[in-house]
């Protein structure tokens, strides 16, 4: 009788019959005419994409073309300012050289405002005069301005010479603005108005327009009223001193309105962006793609200060989600792209080159393409139509040809269904039978031989039910037997590649009432697959005649899907020609004794994930507390530096004293987690110990002369020059130390004493003891007081604070350094503290204790402060605030900078204008530091390129933060939070290398 498996695979002569129309008719009918339909839809696609193809080859010409010659337009308008800038500034040279004397009426115009400001009272059709009075305005301030009054006729010539001149103007280094028309200047000027703070003076000096030619400004707010402007400005110098600024004053709304006016196709709209990347113009279908609203009304209070601009979200390299935007229009002056910003855009782009402004033209590509989409809807459903009609028709065609298959198997299959039912009578055990008669010849001799066959089987029956009686008894004993033994039997028979499985076999495996004989070898269809190959190599080796046993522990599968561990172990016979022949074996369950064994695995490696967590969990916690941490204490130095009042650097101070409070205890806790993790690692670097004692005596004396406590120190014994040692964690012990011996005590005084010992002539014994005359430690708290988190008074009333770290952390430090503090009471009240250390003395040639002596004193003055010109500092940072800090200092250090918020942000900056240093910032969004100095250093290799000095700045404070920098490619590594001088020496160090 077939298996249950393999009578899946037969069919009933109905569907074979039905199948065979199916295979030879049907299917290869079907198959042409879905072929045709095919050919049809492939049609319609190509010849879609070719419309498409060309439809966008026109379009992209179309949109090169209006955004070329509208770029173009626009900077001829503006290329005239330019030469009428230079007329300006050539009359300005010659008015400042040439003495004059206005008019009576001019002069009668002229006057003193209460605020000291030397103005033009009222209209007299000339310029209007404004002396701010920023500095005191004498006979010789009046004078100048009365000089340059002769530049009326050029001031009205320029206004009149271009229709998009709004003002002219001469600034002057002493706050004099001449500006032309006329208007009330006390009304609309700021009194005491420092001229060269203002972006359309500063623009044109040495630093920013070291060319000295004639230069546009950014878009920016008139202080005048003439509301957005841009202004082209150029330096007058007089023997070197840029004595004044000229500038012209150009209203861009007539320019707004030429780019909001654009006549496109297809819905496109036109953008004007300024070179910083602020929206200069921007129509309504632009507003709903960008998230913006033109702004409409101005605020001259907020507009006439430094630098003031459209927001933010005007920006278009500022916003994240105009990215992709971006990064089109700054890869190159201009083209035609495709990009994804809020649907699939065609960009086209050219810059105005005076001004460096660039000109967008964004044209929906739903829009462009809606022709051809509908063409292709068109066809798409036309070819529907022929599926679902195909589909129609042979749904109907194949119920009636199905009808007519089963008829036509009916009268075929009869003489075998009751062929079929003899044999399962005969199967059932009725082997006598009279055969039926049928009228087919072939059909009627197969029934009579099945016939036949049965009366033979019946006698053949009767002998072997005799025979498996008496096998049945025997294989009841052997049962009896295995199942005595908790063992699971197997006997493998190589040559027929049958295997016979005891009951107690069947049951490890969760079978109990399977078959005891399957084919194969039984092992191999429950080994678990972590074990089957380790398990055949094992066996391979016993056949082959390598090994003579086999005894494996491996992971067997049950009924249920779970596994058990047994204890395999098996024997093999040979026969005459040493020939594998039989293999016999047994299975013990061992699942008790491997579950312990992994479960104590299991809480080993659970223990050591959480160690992991908890340094993970240090880390993250030093980042976020250490970046706002460096704002804190950098705006703090650096509102120190400010001219402040006694009350206010009060204030100042105690924010940086708090601050630097903050970051000690930070650090503390940071080395407690290091030492607890096995971490921390001791320096063995050669320093000087007389130099470290007198320099830990010296940072002591302040908070003792504070305190009004006395201060006794001293060294005992010979003192070698050099020793073997880690001197920032001796430091540590003994300023922790020192610090609480201050802290504690009110009244009276704290003694120092160190006492060098020789022990031989390579190795040294320091004998450290602070002694103080504070509060005490109770006897019973002697102990304590080195335990973590703990101190002598816990209580709630306690009157002084810490984390109770310092003692403990102190304690670790020194037991690592080889020995252990001792803590006493002080004879008449205080405290004593000592500890002793053994370090190797290390050897000095002649002559090199006095070096050493010479090199101490004040540290050299900063590269900066001789540095021949101004260093480009590019600034990666994602947090605003040491965003800010960084470019302050900076600044004040000589260095001009550039800011970045991002990892992309920096790599497209430094690829279109590279620094002469990058100070770059671990963590942000987007791309990381570590990835950007990657790309950085994969592009120089690339394109043979000068290396780019980098300087990573980090809040992580681990170990390992460091070398993972250099192995980025970075050349050094500032931790926050620093100082300024920290920042200028690892900037110059950086410089100095990469010129060496």
């Not at 028309?181 to 972006?199: C, E, G, H, R």
């Not at 910003?341 to 810059?351: C, M, Y």
Request: charged share 20%.
């Amino acid at each position: 009788m077939a298996e249950p498996a393999q009578r899946k695979s037969l069919l009933p002569a109905a569907r074979w019959v039905w199948q065979s129309f199916v295979k030879t008719t049907l299917v290869p009918l079907l198959l042409v005419e879905v072929a045709i339909i095919g050919v049809y839809i492939a049609s319609v696609y190509f010849s879609h994409r070719e419309n498409v193809s060309s439809l966008r080859t026109m379009a992209t010409a179309q949109i090169e073309a209006v955004v070329r010659s509208n770029a173009g337009y626009i900077n001829e308008k503006l290329r005239g300012i330019t030469s009428l800038t230079e007329i300006l500034r050539a009359d300005t040279r010659r008015a400042l050289d040439t003495p004059f004397t206005p008019s009576a009426a001019a002069l009668a115009a002229l006057g003193m405002s209460p605020d000291g400001a030397y103005y033009s009272q009222t209209d007299t059709g000339g310029p209007a005069v404004f002396f701010s009075g920023a500095m005191p305005v004498g006979p010789a301030e009046k004078a100048k301005a009365q000089q340059l009054l002769q530049l009326e006729g050029t001031l009205k010539s320029l206004r009149a010479a271009n229709s998009i001149v709004v003002q002219s103007y001469v600034n002057t280094r002493d706050s004099l603005n001449i500006i032309y028309p006329w208007f009330d200047v006390l009304t609309q000027y700021a009194a005491k108005m420092d001229i060269p703070s203002y972006n359309f003076y500063y623009e044109a000096d040495q630093q920013h327009n070291p060319q000295r030619r004639v230069v546009w400004t950014a878009p920016y707010l008139d202080p005048a009223g003439a509301g957005w402007i841009v202004s082209a400005i150029a330096p007058v110098y007089r023997r070197d001193v840029l004595e004044a600024v000229v500038g012209i004053d150009v209203t861009i709304g007539s320019i707004v309105r030429e780019v909001l006016n654009l006549k496109l196709q297809w819905g496109g709209y036109g953008v004007l962006v300024a070179q910083d990347g602020t929206v200069i113009a921007l129509p309504g279908a632009g507003e709903r793609d960008w998230g913006l609203s033109e702004l409409t009304s101005h605020d001259y209070q907020t507009a006439i200060l430094k630098d003031t601009l459209k927001p933010d979200a005007f920006n278009l390299y500022k916003r994240d989600q105009l990215a992709p935007l971006a990064a089109v229009v700054a890869r190159s002056p201009a083209g035609v792209t495709e990009v994804e910003f809020r649907g699939s855009k065609l960009v086209g782009w050219a810059t105005v080159e005076e001004p460096g402004w660039k000109l967008l033209v964004l044209v929906p590509q739903s829009n462009l393409f809606a022709v051809v989409n509908e063409l292709r809807a068109s066809a798409t459903k036309i070819a529907w139509l022929m599926v679902t009609g195909l589909l129609l028709f042979y749904l109907v065609f194949f119920t009636v040809l199905y009808f007519r298959a089963q008829a036509e198997s009916r009268r075929l299959t009869r003489p075998l269904l009751a062929l079929n039912e003899l044999a399962h009578r005969i199967g059932a055990g009725e082997y006598h039978h009279l055969p039926e008669r049928f009228e087919i010849l072939e059909f009627d001799d197969t029934v009579r031989l099945v016939a036949g066959m049965g009366e033979s089987l019946g006698a053949t029956v009767q002998q072997l039910q005799s025979a498996e009686a008496q096998a049945r008894a025997s294989q009841e004993r052997l049962e009896l037997v295995l199942t005595a033994s908790a063992l699971g039997v197997w006997d493998w028979d190589v040559f027929s590649n049958q295997t016979w499985r005891s009951e107690r076999f069947r049951a490890l495996v969760g079978a109990p009432g399977a078959e005891d004989s399957v084919s194969g070898f039984a092992l191999r269809e429950y080994l678990h697959p972590g074990d089957l190959e380790r398990f055949e190599r094992r066996l391979a080796a016993v056949l082959a005649g390598r090994s003579e046993t086999l005894n494996e522990e491996v992971r067997l599968a049950r009924a249920d899907g779970s596994y058990i561990w047994v204890q395999c172990v098996a024997q093999l016979r040979r026969d005459e020609q040493d020939r594998a022949q039989r293999m016999v074996g047994s299975i013990a369950d061992i699942t008790a004794r491997r579950t312990a064994a992994e479960e104590l695995r299991e809480a080993k490696e659970a223990a050591e994930d959480a160690s992991r967590a908890k340094s993970q969990f240090l880390a993250t916690i030093s980042h976020e507390i250490r970046t706002p941490l460096n704002g804190v204490l950098g705006m703090a130095q650096l509102l120190q530096a400010s001219r402040l009042t006694p009350e206010q650097r009060e204030y100042a101070d105690t924010i940086l004293s708090s601050g630097s409070h903050l970051l000690g205890l930070l650090n503390e806790v940071l080395d407690f987690a290091r030492i607890e993790a096995g971490r921390l690692e001791l320096v063995n670097a050669p320093f000087s110990p007389r130099a470290c004692v007198e320099d830990i005596a010296r940072l002591m004396a302040p908070p003792l002369r504070v305190k009004k406590l006395e201060f006794v120190w001293s060294i005992e014994g010979p003192m070698p020059p050099s020793v073997l040692g880690d001197e920032v964690r001796l430091r540590q012990v003994l300023l922790n130390l020192l610090s609480n011996a201050v802290k504690f005590t009110e009244q009276g005084g704290v003694d120092f004493l160190v006492r060098a010992r020789l022990e031989s002539p390579q190795k040294v014994a320091l004998a450290f003891r602070v002694a103080d005359t504070g509060i005490g430690i109770p006897e019973d708290k002697l102990t304590e007081i080195f335990q973590a988190f703990r101190q002598a008074d816990n209580t709630h009333t306690r009157n002084y604070g810490g984390t109770g770290l310092g003692l403990s952390l102190s304690d670790r430090l020194v037991r690592m350094m080889g020995s252990q503090i001792t803590a006493a009471p002080r004879a008449g009240g205080g405290s004593v503290f000592s500890f002793e250390i053994e370090l190797a003395v290390v050897d000095q040639p002649a002559g090199a204790e006095d070096a050493e002596a010479a090199a101490v004193g004040e540290p050299p003055a900063l590269a900066a402060a001789t540095a021949p010109a101004p260093r480009r500092v590019l600034v990666a940072e994602d947090n605003a605030v040491n965003r800010r800090l960084v470019e302050v200092m900076l600044r004040k250090l000589g260095f001009t900078v550039e800011l970045a918020i991002d990892g992309l942000q920096t790599v497209a900056r430094i690829e279109e204008s590279p620094p002469d240093i990058l100070l770059l910032d671990l963590q942000m969004p987007g791309m990381n530091g570590l990835d950007v100095a990657r790309r950085v250093r994969a592009r120089e290799a690339a394109q043979h390129l000068p290396r780019l000095p980098i300087v990573a700045v980090t809040a992580n404070a681990f170990a390992g933060d460091r070398e993972a920098c250099l192995a980025a490619g970075m050349d050094d590594f500032l931790a926050k939070p620093f100082a300024s001088h920290e920042l200028a020496g690892k900037l110059e160090a950086a410089l100095a290398a990469a010129r060496a």
